[in-house]
Nanobody, 125 residues
Framework: QVQLVESGGGLVQAGDSLRLSCAASGRTISTYAMGWFRQAPGKEREFVVGISRSGGVTSYADSVKGRFTISRDNAKNTVYLQMNSLKPEDTARYYC??????????????????WGQGTQVTVSS
């Protein structure tokens, strides 16, 4: 079992930055590909970004390319999401997820085995 706890969300203005963290416990995340998803009210949970077990491969949704950066520190059992140039359309609850079946991330939420409770990001215009 892996427990994931997200933090770092908040209320910011358009153009601001935020850094989300996902702290894992229970097992080392070095054996998991990791992903960040988000869900806005009334919408499906969507893929944002993913990173491979080693950190060498990343995958980004087109909507966040060039603005968001995922990284991981396996020694700290933590994954990060740096979000720059935030837009109102980035407003959502952000979830961290762990995928054990592959070393690579997936854009499909059903491929992930463990999920955190999420952290709210609200971007005002």
């Amino acid at each position: 079992q892996v427990q994931l706890v997200e933090s770092g969300g908040g209320l910011v203005q358009a153009g601001d930055s935020l850094r989300l963290s996902c702290a894992a416990s229970g097992r080392t995340i070095s054996t998991y590909a990791m992903g960040w998803f988000r869900q806005a009210p009334g919408k499906e949970r969507e893929f944002v970004v993913g990173i491979s077990r080693s950190g060498g491969v990343t995958s980004y949704a087109d909507s966040v390319k060039g603005r968001f950066t995922i990284s991981r520190d396996n020694a700290k059992n933590t994954v990060y999401l740096q979000m720059n140039s935030l837009k109102p359309e980035d407003t959502a609850r952000y979830y961290c997820a762990a995928r054990g079946s592959s070393r690579l991330p997936s854009q499909q939420k059903y491929e992930y085995d463990y999920w955190g409770q999420g952290t709210q990001v609200t971007v005002s215009s």
